[in-house]
């Protein structure tokens, strides 16, 4: 193997060029630190202090949560059993300054517990506030829409129904099942029983639906002129008309 040639022995002019080179070097770097050393140990400490504020912000935001979560849940319970009276002042104050959803949540409960007591008024305006508020979330605004919808169906006119309720009647929407069938009974009294079909026959064919869902789209969609074996039904007798 051959051998490597050996590297030539550093000269003393070598050495002290390194030596000039590196304290140049320690040189700028001191007059760096002193420059700018302050600035940077108040950088670290404000970027420490932000994260010590964020990490106490979201454990605060945590703990608010889980209280008002308890405070909903047992409120809702007060309401089943007939103790409106200590539920609804919490919801009230849960409305004003609940964290996050939980106020839009405390004013869908409030809402319900209008409905449940007859007050459709109050009950379709709290959940039409609800479905406008744009600082909630988009599935508690979708909830308090279908809501609104269902409770003021039979003033509503056909086409207001289907524009409020088109975006969510369509399959893999959480509010498919509700929102599909208003939809297209909505379409049926427009007098436009063809634009009901398609929703109906969706509504068959998703098995993810209830099954009253399920049933009561399967008879409207017969009623309207679809034929049972498009819905995986059986067929009906010759002669035999729907109901």
Do not use: C
């Not at 770097?29 to 700018?36: E, I, P, S, T």
């Not at 009950?123 to 506030?129: F, M, N, P």
């Not at 508020?133 to 129904?161: C, E, H, N």
């Not at 098995?207 to 009623?223: D, F, N």
């Amino acid at each position: 193997m051959a051998n490597t040639p050996a590297k030539p022995p550093a000269t003393p002019d070598d050495a002290f060029l390194r030596e000039v080179d590196d304290e140049y070097r320690r040189s700028q770097l001191a007059g760096l630190w002193q420059r700018f050393g302050k600035l940077i140990i108040a950088a670290v400490v404000l970027a420490l202090a932000a994260l010590a504020g964020w990490l106490w912000w979201q454990d605060s935001q945590a703990k608010a949560a889980g209280a008002a979560g308890e405070a909903l849940t047992r409120a809702m319970e007060q309401l089943e059993v007939g103790e409106g009276a200590k539920a609804r002042p919490v919801l009230e104050a849960m409305t004003r300054d609940g964290p996050g959803a939980y106020s839009g949540l405390a004013r869908l409960v409030l809402a319900n517990d209008a409905m449940a007591g007859g007050d459709k008024v109050k009950a379709r305006g709290l959940y039409e506030a609800v479905a406008r508020d744009t600082s909630l979330p988009q599935p508690i605004r979708d909830a308090a829409t279908v809501k609104a919808v269902r409770v003021g169906f039979d003033q509503m006119k056909p086409a207001d129904v289907v524009t409020r309720l088109k975006p969510l009647a369509v399959p893999g929407n959480g509010w498919f099942g509700v929102a599909g069938e208003l939809v297209a009974i909505a379409h049926i009294r427009d007098g436009k029983p063809e634009q009901a079909k398609p929703i109906l026959i969706a509504m068959v064919k998703e098995e993810t639906m209830s099954p009253s869902l399920r049933g009561r789209a399967a008879q409207l969609a017969v009623a309207v002129g679809v034929d049972p074996a498009a819905l995986g039904l059986p067929a009906r007798p010759a002669g035999e008309t729907a109901q």
